[in-house]
């Protein structure tokens, strides 16, 4: 992945049981909880991407 100017923001909301485990995960890996959630969406877009270009072929 590429680093990247972070120029936008988006707000993003979890339940109780949901930002425990985002926070002990977060926690294991050593990251703050925006950055552990950054990490986790762009590493799931960039799986996808790679799904769809093998899909297309």
Do not use: P
């Amino acid at each position: 992945m590429e680093k990247k100017t972070k120029t936008k923001q988006i707000a993003v909301r979890f339940d109780d049981q949901s930002y425990e485990k985002i926070s002990q995960y977060a926690e294991k890996e050593h990251r703050g909880l925006g950055e552990f959630v950054r990490h986790a969406t762009l590493f799931y877009i960039e799986h996808f991407d790679r799904k769809n270009e093998t899909s297309n072929e």
